[in-house]
Each structure stands twice: as C-alpha cells, then as structure tokens.
C-alpha cells in the first residue's frame, strides 16, 4: 500500500468545467495512478474522460445521506459522479468555515461508508508551532478525526500532514522535518492502532510541494506521497512533478 508513491492535487477553488477539460486532455500519458481533487462542478466530466491512471476526486462533503441542508453535497452524490476519493479536514475548511475534528470524523465515515478513499488533514498553524505544540495538536487532530473507526476502514485512510504555515506559501518544511513529524505521526498511529495499521496508512506531505521540492521529499522513508495545492494548476509545473515521480519511482 504505502510503496508507490502518491500525488494528490488539490486544485481548490479553481477551474471552471471547459478549464479542467483542456487541462486533462493535455496531461502526458501517465503510467502511475495520480490523484485529482476538483470542484464538485467538474467531477463528473472529468470522471467521464476516463483518463487511463487519473483518478478524480472532491475536496468536500456532506456527513448526512440527504435532506434540508441547503448547498451541500453528499458522498452518494459525489461517489455517483465517478469520483474515488475525497480530501477531508483540509486547513482551509477547518480555519475559514471553522470544521471541527468531530464534523471530520462524521464526513471519514460518510466517505467511507460509500467506498470513497479518505485523504483526511492534519497540520500545525505558526503560531502553534512556535510554541512548541506541534506534536500535541497534530495527535489531537489524529485521534479526534479518526475516531471509533475499525482496522479494516484505518487501513483505506491516507493522512495528509499539512502545516498550515506552508500552505500556499511557497515556503515548504524542509524533507528532514517533514521526515521527523511523518516518523512521529507513524510511531503515533502504531501505540494508537498497531503496526499492521501504521504499515498500512499513506502519510503524505503537503504545503508549497513544487517540481523543486518533490524528488527530497520522496527520498524520506516516511513520506508516502504529496498533496499539491498550487503548483498542480499550471500544466507545466503539474506535468513536472508527474513526470519526477514517475522517473524514479520510490
Ligand atoms: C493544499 O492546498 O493542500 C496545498 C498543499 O497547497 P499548496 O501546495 O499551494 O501549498
């Protein structure tokens, strides 16, 4: 499970369905899955290009199957559309539309009760950090989000340790402390879960990931893979990356 690799791009807020149709149809043949979190308003169209090895995903959802909750969307919805995983607890949902770890939970298991792959985030804010409190908040995060959840449904989870202070600030943690809190969190989930759930579980690394940063990040042991925000909307810098990681892969 961990051994390949993974890149999951985060395109956020960004391109319209016409944009995103141009993009995928450019993308060189990939030999490697790679992931794609778009706008709910492209996912299907993009699932229906059926692009050999892009898997399409949403950055969001609703924990509750249907009902009077005006402007969201489920993961029924979302799975129908063809999509295969969700990005879940990203900072940005957390910090502007103040998502707590229990809403993060209810949506992982939502996500999973619908066979969509939860990539669930995790991450320190600068001020956090400076106070000496990464650990503490990256394992109440964990735990919370996590909660009650089985081996079996553990095991399917990727966890995206992204500090919030190298988010879309073109400053990433340096691949040895990124490597430090990555050896950390998998020391943490294995008291928490056992060895066969930590073996299991992708740890990627996300916050300003670039065609610069990508090959040191994949040499640590425990960095599974990258989540990328910015530098996946530009064809030229997501096709790099691409093409740096399928190069060598780990
Ligand atoms: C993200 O949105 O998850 C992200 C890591 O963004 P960026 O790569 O732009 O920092």
Same mark, same amino acid.
């Given at each position: 499970?961990?051994?390949?690799?993974?890149?999951?791009?985060?395109?956020?807020?960004?391109?319209?369905?016409?944009?995103?149709?141009?993009?995928?149809?450019?993308?060189?043949?990939?030999?490697?899955?790679?992931?794609?979190?778009?706008?709910?308003?492209?996912?299907?169209?993009?699932?229906?290009?059926?692009?050999?090895?892009?898997?399409?995903?949403?950055?969001?959802?609703?924990?509750?199957?249907?009902?009077?909750?005006?402007?969201?969307?489920?993961?029924?919805?979302?799975?129908?559309?063809?999509?295969?995983?969700?990005?879940?607890?990203?900072?940005?949902?957390?910090?502007?539309?103040?998502?707590?770890?229990?809403?993060?939970?209810?949506?992982?298991?939502?996500?999973?009760?619908?066979?969509?792959?939860?990539?669930?985030?995790?991450? /320190?804010?600068?001020?956090?950090?400076?106070?000496?409190?990464?650990?503490?908040?990256?394992?109440?995060?964990?735990?919370?989000?996590?909660?009650?959840?089985?081996?079996?449904?553990?095991?399917?989870?990727?966890?995206?340790?992204?500090?919030?202070?190298?988010?879309?600030?073109?400053?990433?943690?340096?691949?040895?402390?990124?490597?430090?809190?990555?050896?950390?969190?998998?020391?943490?989930?294995?008291?928490?879960?056992? /060895?066969?759930?930590?073996?299991?579980?992708?740890?990627?690394?996300?916050?300003?990931?670039?065609?610069?940063?990508?090959?040191?990040?994949?040499?640590?042991?425990?960095?599974?893979?990258?989540?990328?925000?910015?530098?996946?909307?530009?064809?030229?810098?997501?096709?790099?990356?691409?093409?740096?990681?399928?190069?060598?892969?780990?």
């Amino acid at each position: 499970m961990r051994k390949l690799f993974k890149v999951i791009c985060n395109w956020k807020m960004n391109k319209t369905i016409s944009e995103a149709i141009a993009f995928c149809k450019a993308v060189p043949p990939l030999v490697s899955p790679v992931y794609l979190a778009v706008p709910f308003t492209c996912l299907q169209p993009l699932a229906d290009l059926d692009i050999p090895m892009l898997q399409i995903g949403a950055q969001n959802l609703y924990p509750q199957h249907d009902g009077a909750f005006t402007g969201e969307v489920s993961a029924s919805m979302i799975k129908e559309t063809g999509a295969e995983f969700v990005i879940l607890g990203h900072s940005e949902r957390r910090q502007i539309f103040s998502e707590t770890n229990e809403f993060v939970n209810q949506k992982v298991k939502a996500a999973l009760l619908q066979d969509l792959v939860p990539i669930v985030c995790i991450g /320190e804010t600068a001020i956090e950090k400076n106070q000496n409190r990464t650990r503490e908040v990256l394992k109440k995060q964990l735990l919370e989000s996590l909660k009650d959840l089985d081996t079996v449904a553990l095991k399917q989870i990727h966890l995206a340790y992204e500090p919030i202070w190298a988010i879309g600030t073109g400053t990433p943690s340096t691949p040895q402390s990124a490597q430090e809190i990555h050896f950390h969190l998998r020391q943490l989930i294995q008291e928490e879960w056992g /060895e066969d759930v930590a073996e299991n579980m992708s740890i990627l690394y996300g916050g300003s990931v670039s065609d610069e940063s990508i090959e040191e990040l994949k040499k640590q042991p425990d960095i599974d893979g990258a989540l990328v925000g910015g530098a996946s909307l530009k064809l030229e810098t997501f096709s790099k990356i691409i093409a740096l990681v399928e190069g060598d892969p780990k």
